[in-house]
């Protein structure tokens, strides 16, 4: 199924030792829903010069560390040509299962003889889903995916209040770019105590577009009706 889709909200969870992006917005037709996309973590190894790249692939690729119930290891290694402080550099994207865990894989392979730094492998991982796959907040994108079932992923759509949930298949961004204008309310709780929970509530005001209200229990003579 294919749709237009803005993304609002970006969350994260693991299934059967996977990370996935859950990303929930409004379709074109109002509606709100959840696309699921899959993610491979991963982070950034540059590279000394004339350091032997293969072989240190070689050994990156057989790394792995446990932490509690898992064991995540290097699912493969990427050996490209980058710019790093505007200079050319031979660098290896590493690829792992779990993204919690980059840390300690870059810690694991931090002496071996060859690199010179680590980079990315402690980024947030929806800053480096948004960075890589473009996927960028109040900006429509073309969805095509596939209707989640509510027992899918251990039923994540289960009490989330959406029109519907998708299982992405491919997300790009419209190259005719759309105007989203998001529903916004501000509020302000005023009270008769500091401490949060305690004292009596002596007004809520609301701001937003079509709406300033102000409620309260106590009366007033320059209040508008």
Known sequence: MKFEF????YDYFDFDGKNYIKLIGRNNKGLKVCVIDSYEPNFWIVLKKDADATSIAKLINK???KKASRTTKVLRTEILDKKYL???VKAIRVFVTNHKDAHDIASEIGDIDGIEKRREYDLPIITKYIKEKNVEPLKWHNVDGDVLEYD???GISEGL?????FLAKDIKILKKEKEFTP???AYDIETTGRDIGKGEVLMISLYGNKIKK???WKGS???EK
């Open 183 to 185: 529903k916004t309310l």
């Open 63 to 65: 790394v792995e560390t």
């Open 214 to 216: 102000v409620f309260t």
């Open 152 to 154: 899918e992923f251990g």
């Open 6 to 9: 803005v993304p609002i909200d």
């Open 221 to 223: 003579k320059n209040t």
């Open 161 to 165: 209040n959406l029109d519907a949930c």
């Open 86 to 88: 505007g200079k050319d």
